[in-house]
């Protein structure tokens, strides 16, 4: 009920192709579902997050969906550049928790 | 705006030995985390602060981890005695509330030898 699934573990993408990362949870109380993004010797940074409410959220080349009857969300990068190779962690929150995904290392082929 | 400071960022100690590890949350941030994040995994939720009191600690380890947030503000985090096992990056955050983006430090690793 607690856990966060998170696919792939790791993603090769070509330049300019789409990167998705998949986040599946259990639990309908989670309300909050945030995405961070980490590169190596940093900590995670919020990169986009969504509330239940809303199917779908864009902020330039990332989006999420959101599928509150599947209890699924995921991350798409379009147009995926070098420099978005990093960790990608996906959590839920609710009032009282906050679980975290296991991440999926993204690479961009130049 | 200063970020979320941790110190040190490396610490090098050997097995039974204590260490300890300081967080300074953003200003204003009622909220503190502090996780630990073995390698290729996800922040793992050790204690959550709500100004000064410790409102998750399920997952604390508490016969050798302990946790104080003073004034509601700075934070530290020990580990005595220190074990092989032990050897991660611990991670502290910091939010307006749960539900609110949460921000970063950078971390520190720890390596027990």
């Known amino acids: 009920q607690q856990q966060v699934k998170q696919s792939p573990q790791s993603l090769i993408v070509q330049k300019g192709g789409i990167s998705i990362i998949n986040c599946a949870y259990e639990n309908t109380a989670f309300d909050y579902f945030p995405w961070y993004q980490q590169f190596p010797g940093k900590g995670p940074a919020l990169l986009i997050a969504i509330r239940p409410d809303v199917s779908e959220k864009k902020e330039g080349r990332f989006t999420i969906s959101f599928n509150k009857s599947a209890k699924q969300f995921s991350l798409h990068i379009m147009d995926s550049q070098p420099g978005d190779s990093a960790t990608y962690f996906c959590a839920a929150a609710r009032s009282d928790k906050i679980i975290f995904g296991k991440g999926t290392r993204l690479h961009i082929l130049p | 705006e200063a970020g979320v400071v941790q110190s040190p960022r490396y610490k090098i100690i050997e097995k039974k030995q204590p260490v300890a590890f300081w967080c300074n949350p953003i200003?204003?941030?009622?909220?503190l985390y502090w996780y630990l994040q073995n390698l290729g995994q996800g922040p793992e939720l050790l204690i959550r602060y709500e100004n000064e009191e410790a409102v998750d600690d399920s997952q604390l380890p508490k016969d050798r981890f302990s946790a104080e947030r003073l004034k509601g503000v700075d934070s530290t985090l020990k580990i005595q005695p220190a074990e092989l096992g032990d050897s991660a990056v611990y991670l502290c955050?910091?939010?307006?509330?749960?539900?609110?983006?949460?921000?970063f430090g950078p971390g520190t690793r720890l390596t027990v030898l």
């Open positions: 955050a910091s939010s307006l509330t749960l539900r609110d983006p949460q921000y």
């Open positions: 200003s204003g941030h009622n909220t």
